[in-house]
């Protein structure tokens, strides 16, 4: 589709910068775009009561109570909307898409598609294509998440936090409720106290579940934190309802939209946080048998959190999304 | 046992430092600790040539080249050893022993112990009790190392790096072949290109399945280093074979010897290398039922990696090693 604006509700996050970024560099005129945030500010222009108008595609990435606020707004204005929070994930009328995954679902898709929990999405670009090849009987992953994920502010608390340890003063967190300097913890979100899973586990999951259609699915998922910037890892144990050989899954996965294998045992060059920032696809490594399971593969995934997990899914999801039927009463096109 | 002599093989490594920290606060007389390291200094003995004495109790933790060059000296000179270098955990006729674990092995032993491979220690202290409580079907664990495995100069190495990239510098990496600074990377032990597995993984399976006597236990393991200076963390996923609520497993490891529960849902503390560190015992929590798995738990396991992990595991061998058995023609204690 091709709107007539963009306008990107959450101009100064870490995921609206990102967006910016990505719109200029394919250089979409700077009067097509719009940037939103609480406060005018920088070029942006304040969110409350901001007109939008047929045509406009809005990305949101501002957080799911802005979202659930100024969403049906922007609906109602006729805007299309791609909403990155979690506000609407959970809504089975709303499509939840990774074009790569299940870029079908846009075909349906009226005003409003939400884009995925980030490691729900880099974790479904590597697991669909398995899925569709030999099926899954059960996947278990722990993950190894960046601080970008809680926002921009996070990532300024790990900096600092970072130089404080390094001369033995003290911590102080802010954002976060653990030190995060040189530390690992289980995932801030909040937690179940009936099944002990925090929410993004639980995200992980369903997410999962509904974007590979398997609403079934086993799926084990131990969400941490650690000293990482912008890209996430993901330590991914597979079991195959098709045992493959580990050259049938290399070939599968090399051969999918929207990764790049980085698998080189000769040089021990794999996935990295490093080498994931900045990127737009998922990379994907240390492909191989698990010990004692014929069915048993085993991966690493790192994909940026910002990009892949967040803002190069939204423009994906727009480039891919149909343009609009025409009212029922409006002419056809030429025929 | 209580031996004339303890000597230290390695006193100025990591764990070296750490072991004679632990024997100084037991209040083992100074007189009773040797100090071995390549070069004198700091008081230490050079160990080249070093005149090992029957009843000399000494640990080896200087690397395995220097293991299988000395230890054979040491047990010539009637001294007993254990060994935490990796050289003779593969020998079957040497006894691999965490005592929480297999204790047992220790009552055979005769003159030579291997400790084994810290990951492997941690994981084990957790596995051993559902094991025999529940039996074990599969284990998968994803591991965040703390660098302290690779000996001090990576501890330097984190530091010294990660200031440099808080101040936009070069990284240059020396001991670790990749950044570790604000970076997750797989280990960096060698790489079997027909497995794929690094060689840290493969102790993990073949330990964990020596520790706990189950020679064919399917296991998956991820191996990664974090930016963190010396505890290690494990989220793992075990498939029991019979079972267990949630509770029954709180219980089991509850009561289990060398285990702290850190599993309080309700303030969200759980394991953290932080808490970790410094401390003797493994750290336990995040119990919780995988999804979709009826047989399914989840843990998180935290471990400081030079104390349980190494130091700790020894001298609790030390403590549990019955005392020699007098030769044939000694006469007998008193009846």
Same mark, same amino acid.
């Given at each position: 589709?091709?709107?007539?604006? #963009?306008?990107?509700?959450?101009?100064?996050?870490?995921?609206?910068?990102?967006?910016?970024?990505?719109?200029?560099?394919?250089?979409?005129?700077?009067?097509? #775009?719009?940037?939103?945030?609480?406060?005018?500010?920088?070029?942006?222009?304040?969110?409350?009561?901001? *007109?939008?108008?047929?045509?406009?595609?809005?990305?949101?990435?501002?957080?799911?109570?802005?979202?659930?606020?100024? /969403? *049906?707004?922007?609906?109602?204005? &006729?805007?299309? /909307?791609?909403?990155?929070?979690?506000?609407?994930?959970?809504?089975?009328?709303?499509?939840?898409? #990774?074009?790569?995954?299940? +870029?079908?679902?846009?075909?349906?898709?009226?005003?409003?598609? @939400?884009?995925?929990?980030?490691?729900?999405?880099?974790?479904?670009?590597?697991?669909?294509?398995?899925?569709?090849?030999? +099926?899954?009987?059960?996947?278990?992953?722990?993950?190894?998440?960046?601080?970008? &994920?809680? %926002?921009?502010?996070?990532?300024?608390?790990?900096?600092?936090? !970072?130089?404080?340890?390094?001369?033995?003063?003290?911590?102080?967190?802010? /954002?976060?409720?653990?030190?995060?300097?040189?530390?690992?913890?289980?995932?801030?979100?909040?937690?179940?106290?009936?099944? %002990?899973?925090?929410?993004?586990?639980?995200?992980?999951?369903?997410?999962?579940?509904?974007?590979?259609?398997? *609403?079934?699915?086993?799926?084990?998922?131990?969400?941490?934190?650690?000293?990482?910037?912008?890209?996430?890892?993901?330590?991914?144990?597979?079991?195959?309802?098709?045992?493959?050989?580990?050259?049938?899954?290399?070939?599968?996965?090399?051969?999918?939209?929207?990764?790049?294998?980085?698998?080189?045992?000769?040089?021990?060059?794999?996935?990295?946080?490093?080498?994931?920032?900045?990127?737009?696809?998922?990379?994907?490594?240390?492909?191989?048998?698990? !010990? %004692?399971?014929?069915?048993?593969?085993?991966?690493? /995934?790192? &994909?940026?959190?910002?990009?892949?997990?967040?803002?190069?899914?939204?423009? @994906?999801?727009?480039?891919?999304?149909?343009?609009?039927?025409?009212?029922?009463?409006?002419? &056809?096109? *030429?025929?």
């Amino acid at each position: 589709m091709s709107p007539r604006r #963009v306008v990107v509700v959450g101009s100064s996050g870490a995921v609206g910068r990102e967006l910016l970024a990505l719109l200029a560099a394919r250089g979409v005129p700077p009067d097509r #775009v719009v940037a939103l945030r609480r406060r005018a500010a920088d070029g942006a222009v304040p969110l409350d009561g901001f *007109p939008f108008a047929p045509d406009d595609l809005a990305l949101f990435c501002a957080g799911a109570e802005v979202s659930r606020r100024e /969403v *049906p707004r922007a609906l109602a204005a &006729g805007a299309r /909307v791609i909403d990155l929070s979690s506000a609407f994930r959970r809504d089975e009328t709303v499509p939840l898409v #990774v074009p790569e995954v299940n +870029g079908d679902a846009l075909d349906g898709a009226d005003r409003l598609v @939400a884009g995925p929990n980030c490691t729900a999405t880099l974790l479904c670009v590597a697991l669909a294509p398995l899925e569709r090849a030999f +099926g899954l009987e059960r996947v278990v992953v722990a993950t190894y998440q960046a601080v970008s &994920g809680a %926002g921009a502010r996070a990532i300024d608390e790990l900096r600092r936090q !970072t130089r404080a340890a390094l001369d033995d003063a003290p911590l102080r967190p802010e /954002v976060f409720p653990e030190p995060i300097a040189f530390n690992v913890f289980s995932h801030e979100s909040a937690l179940d106290p009936a099944t %002990g899973r925090n929410d993004e586990e639980e995200k992980v999951i369903r997410e999962t579940r509904r974007l590979l259609g398997r *609403p079934d699915l086993p799926i084990a998922c131990t969400c941490m934190r650690v000293p990482v910037e912008r890209a996430h890892t993901e330590a991914v144990d597979v079991t195959l309802r098709r045992p493959a050989s580990e050259d049938e899954v290399r070939a599968v996965l090399g051969a999918a939209p929207g990764i790049s294998l980085v698998d080189d045992r000769a040089a021990a060059r794999f996935p990295t946080p490093r080498l994931a920032g900045g990127r737009d696809d998922v990379l994907v490594g240390r492909i191989r048998r698990s !010990t %004692g399971d014929p069915a048993g593969i085993q991966l690493v /995934v790192c &994909g940026d959190q910002l990009r892949k997990g967040a803002a190069t899914n939204a423009l @994906a999801i727009m480039d891919r999304w149909p343009p609009a039927a025409p009212p029922a009463d409006a002419p &056809g096109p *030429p025929a």
